[in-house]
């Protein structure tokens, strides 16, 4: 880090001494304060593929190439985001990633370790590490304004995967009504109610109020406060049309990442209302934020009803009436059909609902009583 500062006030001196041969053509020079990134930009790619010779059996792998300027990335400023919403190919090593960056006012961006707090220069030939989340900081040229992005780089993971439901059992004793919702009890599953608790994460329950409010409660239902929200609150989902889940938020140890989907209160509004927090284990409350659809994203997770969702496998699942799974790999950004994960062709009832076990075993109930149980072969 020492290092690191070392080098930007020795930039800041050159920066003074180019000002001080200006003043004397009398060109006024200031630095910009407004710092960002404007564009990121993938170079070229490798691609490993193995495949099994038809001759011999023998496994081979085979080096391709990947256009990653093909591969859009999505600039997301209110949540300090960058990410691709399609996918890279399978096999795109994510470990060896060039990229060319544009900032705005000629800010400079640095990198942070993947493992520390140090930082260190970006360079468009330098090959960075993208197989998981890395923070990158661009400086301001007053050198004191700063702004960090949070880079996802997202490789599709579907190659030579099978996935299979089987039926577990059609019992008329499960069989139930529209307003009901399966959520993970324990190493098993359970049948709840569909009311104003739209579901839990590790330490805390959620509610959404009929006057528009989102509350928590961390004592089990006995107390509970109003959530903090971004400037968003009028985007919540009604009451009794939403469902929340979490799971384990990778960069951070002792940490949920939390997803709320609902219905929209207004009519007329084609796609579901989706909210996210990152909350701590130990006490803090964090911050709701609202994901908007913008014009960028086509796969936005569209209206339902009854709709469930469940944490399977790195991705997250939602299915309603309409019994389509749509998949999000980016944590709610971005939702596609897949046909991977169709339901089966034999099930039956009119609603559907799912969740996943503290064992990540996945269950589907359908409202005629059958249940199901989903796993990658």
């Known amino acids: 880090m020492r290092r690191f500062f070392l080098r930007f006030c020795v930039l800041l001196t050159c920066v003074a001494t180019v000002t001080s041969c200006l003043k004397d053509e009398e060109v006024d020079y200031s630095g910009y304060t407004d710092v960002a990134i404007t564009q990121f930009t993938l170079g070229t790619l490798n691609r490993y593929v193995h495949t099994t010779s038809s001759k011999t059996g023998n496994d081979t792998t085979v080096v391709n190439t990947v256009t990653g300027s093909s591969y859009k990335m999505t600039i997301d400023h209110l949540n300090q985001r960058i990410y691709n919403v399609t996918p890279l190919p399978v096999g795109t090593d994510a470990k060896h990633v060039v990229c060319t960056i544009g900032t705005k006012n000629g800010g400079i961006v640095a990198v942070q370790s993947a493992t520390s ?40 993971d579907d190659a030579g995967v099978s996935f299979e439901w089987q039926l577990v059992k059609t019992d008329e004793a499960l069989a139930w009504t529209e307003g009901m919702r399966l ?162 062709s034999t099930l039956s009832g009119d609603h559907v609902t799912m969740a996943t076990d503290t064992q990540g075993r996945l269950w589907l109930l359908t409202s005629s009583g059958q249940l199901w149980q989903g796993s990658l072969r």
């Open 117 to 156: 707090d140090s930082l260190r220069w970006h360079s468009s030939t330098d090959s960075l590490d993208l197989s998981v989340p890395r923070v990158f900081r661009v400086f301001a040229p007053d050198g004191i304004n700063t702004r960090d992005y949070t880079v996802t780089l997202n490789v599709s």
């Open 183 to 344: 959520e993970a009890y324990g190493d098993s599953v359970r049948l709840c109610q569909k009311d104003s608790i739209v579901g839990r994460s590790t330490t805390a329950c959620y509610m959404l109020t009929d006057d528009g409010r989102l509350c928590c409660s961390t004592d089990n239902g006995q107390t509970w406060r109003e959530e903090t929200l971004d400037d968003n609150a009028a985007f919540l989902p009604m009451a009794g049309e939403a469902v929340c889940i979490s799971w384990s938020y990778g960069p951070a140890d002792n940490t949920d990442y939390v997803l709320l989907i609902g219905k929209p209160r207004k009519e007329n509004v084609g796609t579901m209302r989706v909210w996210r927090k990152i909350e701590s284990h130990e006490g803090s409350k964090g911050q709701w934020v609202y994901m908007t659809f913008d014009d960028d994203n086509n796969y936005p997770l569209l209206l339902g009803d009854n709709m469930t969702m469940a944490y399977y496998n790195d991705m997250v699942m939602a299915v309603g009436d309409a019994k389509t799974i749509r998949v999000s790999r980016d944590q709610g950004i971005s939702w596609r059909l897949n046909s991977t994960y169709d339901l089966p």
